[in-house]
């Protein structure tokens, strides 16, 4: 499995220390802990990032927001990006009401 | 001053860079200082708001709360809290933690007077929180000739006092003179051994910092060694992209720009709000021709940020005349629009430190008129805190003007005839 | 004059397939803006 493979399968979700502010060309992400400030240059990826802790993983977040599976490798390492930071998260796998059981 | 009627149409590229999209502003300021008063107990001979005495007009309690209130909702993640001296109102640490349990991290930029152990363990305590320390020279020397006597000690003593207590990560931020740009080794010495970051700023002619600009603006020899100094050791130093005029010398050599936007952010992604609800584009330009509006007489910031004519107009692109024909132009952007103004070159000209000596060139040339004055918050008569540095221009001053005073007569019978302190 | 006219257009819908990682994301540092005390 590719790194991106792997990640489209895996349920992520925005840090809670994290502010998402909508921009007029995408939005502006701030982390209070570390103070990373990290700039979502398109609307979809903002759509993306906010669905992520709606989805059991990456491949419905990007479906959701409507992203062209030709453009997920670019997607994702965009969100490998966030994480690098703690933009985003893993979700923890001990949650009991947990998305990811209900996945179909 | 005014206020447009509805919220200006943008038309805004899709894509674009990131700094193109800043230039025509946001909905909201990524950050901003907020000048909470123009009281102080010191009276730094180049302060950039002549600071000193407090206005009658400062905002109220309630009112600076309600402006937090505002920058919560519009989600303006970081303020950066100054004066004056901020911890000198009485209501600091009240609006300190309004602030920072309404979602607006604060970093406040003090002298340190009044961070004692106690105040140290509860700063170390607080989240989202962050110091900044004023200091102006790696040596009592030359700090307390600008800052005053015993400025250095003060400054040392909170630093000692924030580690002691936990505190992790203070500021310290230094202007940069003619004076201590030899200091930087030792200044970087002082951070490491207060776990400390430094931060180094550009000295604007703003405020004092007119009356004092010719006399402590680096050398344009000291302009490249702090530039050299930045590229081999600035990794863990701030500079608030205070230095984005120097980049021009990254192009010739391949050194590269400085990190930081490169950008004047001006009313674009800052702004200055004042101790009395003015806001104007930059903390380095408190100038009616830089008034935006009043957050009590406007209807309150957000309404100003993205309503005023002046921001509106800083918004747009801008003509930099000559400037954009030289080869640099894309690295310095035409410099500090403050910098300009402040020693009277016009805005669509070099910055007066422009590293091709095109600066220079038009300060000499004679045809500057500068600004009168804007709001002068000094002290009215000196203290015992006043700097050296003024201390000697009083002194040149009354020397001059006993100078044009004709000779006391031999006969004079008073003992202090023609005695002027 | 409407009071609430938006202030940007629409953008265009995405047909770019060579997608990176610095077309969608850039970070900046808070302390790297001009301005700022």
Known sequence: MTTTDQMLAEPWDLSPAVALRPEPFGAMAYHFGNRKLTFLKRMQLVDVVRGLSAHPDVRRALQAAGVAEAQWPGYVAALQGLAATDMIRPRATSEAHSVQEGAA | MTILETRPVIARPEGGSLIEQFELGLDAPICLTWELTYACNLECAHCLSSSGRRDPRELSTEQCKAVIDELQRMQVFYVN???????????????LDYAVSHDVGVKFSTNGVRLNPERARVLAST???????????????????????????????????????GFKDAKISVVCTRQNIGQLDEFKAIADQYGATLRLTRLRPSGRGADVWDELHPLPEQQRELYDWLVANGENVLTGDSFFHLSAFGVADGGGALPGLNL????????????????????????????????????????????????????????????TSCAFFDACRGGCMAAKFFTGLPLDGPDPECVRGFGEDA?????????????????ANPTRNQPVMLTLSRRDDALAVQATRPPVSACAENPLAGFTL | MSIDAPTTEVTAPETDTTVTAESLIEEVSIDGMCGVY
């Open chain 2, 81 to 95: 809290i100054g004066g004056g001296e901020p911890t000198i109102r009485p209501d600091f640490w009240e609006l």
């Open chain 2, 264 to 323: 004047c952010g001006a009313g674009r992604v800052v702004c200055l709000i004042d101790p009395i609800g003015d806001v104007y584009a930059c903390p380095f330009a408190i100038h009616d021709n830089f008034l935006a509006g009043n957050v009590l007489a406007d209807g309150g910031f957000e309404t100003v940020w993205q309503r005023s004519e002046l921001f509106t107009e800083l918004r747009s692109p801008q003509t930099s005349g000559a400037c």
């Open chain 2, 127 to 165: 989240d989202y929180v962050d110091v900044q320390i004023s200091l102006d020279g790696a040596t009592p020397e030359v700090n307390d000739y600008v800052r005053g006597p015993g400025s250095f000690d003060t400054a040392i003593t909170a630093l000692q006092n924030l580690q002691d207590a």
């Open chain 2, 363 to 379: 300060l000499a040339s004679g045809d500057r008129v500068l600004p009168p004055q804007g709001k002068d918050h000094s002290k």
